[in-house]
């Protein structure tokens, strides 16, 4: 069975698992506990050398990481990426985009928020990281506002990897209420059939 290795705190983990529930796509999840060295064994290394989640394990036993080249991989053929030339360069764009300017802030600010004791010296990267958070969310509520999804008519995989980190920015210090176009949005996308919400703890543990 396709094997998801995940934490069920990350938003780049989240992304997969959303995407597999709209799809309905069996899988089986390991939760690793990403901040005591789960990811740095031998054994994870082998299938990838870069000690990150969320990597999957194929049934042929091929593995693929990078949680947009993930969803890449699995929304092929299907609605969540469009089949159209240009439509298709507009996911992509969003994708890294997420990746270049919207994660490495957003997604840092709340790890170190909910992951670093306080007093921790990486608080001191929270201003620059909110500020330049604040500039790639602007981006985005200027593009969502009079459309409903980021590409097209539809929703996509664009949708799921900008959505994940943006709809628990507040855990990173963000205010979303100064964007309503994203607030709509992010209400838009949990109220679609299929939707699961982020994990609130490990998976099993109740
Ligand atoms: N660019 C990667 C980022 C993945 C990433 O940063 N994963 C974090 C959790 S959100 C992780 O595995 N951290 C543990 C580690 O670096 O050892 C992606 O989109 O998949």
Redesign the pocket.
């Known amino acids: 069975m396709l094997t998801l290795y995940d934490?069920w705190d990350?938003?780049?983990?989240y992304k997969v698992r959303l995407l597999f529930a709209h799809l309905a796509l069996p899988h089986r999840v390991v939760d690793l506990d990403?901040d005591h060295g789960a990811?740095?064994t031998p054994e994870f290394l082998g299938l990838n050398p870069n000690?990150?989640?969320?990597t999957v394990v194929l049934e042929d036993g091929r593995t693929l990481?990078?949680?947009?080249a993930i969803l890449s991989y699995f929304a092929e053929e299907t609605p969540l990426l469009p089949s159209t030339r240009f439509a298709r360069a507009k996911v992509l764009q969003w994708l890294f985009f997420e990746?270049y300017s919207h994660?490495p802030q957003v997604?840092v600010a709340r790890?170190i928020r909910r992951h670093l004791p306080a007093g921790h010296p990486r608080y001191a990267e929270l201003p620059a990281r909110i500020e330049a958070g604040n500039k790639a969310l602007g981006v985005i509520e200027q593009h969502l506002a009079g459309r409903d999804f980021m590409v097209g008519q539809a929703f996509s995989i664009a949708d799921i990897a900008l959505y994940a980190y943006t709809h628990v920015a507040a855990d990173g210090g963000f205010d979303l209420s100064l964007f309503p176009a994203i607030q709509a949005w992010c209400g838009r996308i949990a109220g679609l059939p299929g939707h699961v919400p982020m994990l609130k703890g490990p998976p099993g543990a109740g």
Do not use: C, D, H, L
């Open positions: 934490n990350s938003g780049n983990g990403t990811t740095r000690g990150k989640i969320p990481w990078e949680s947009n990746q994660e997604a790890y």
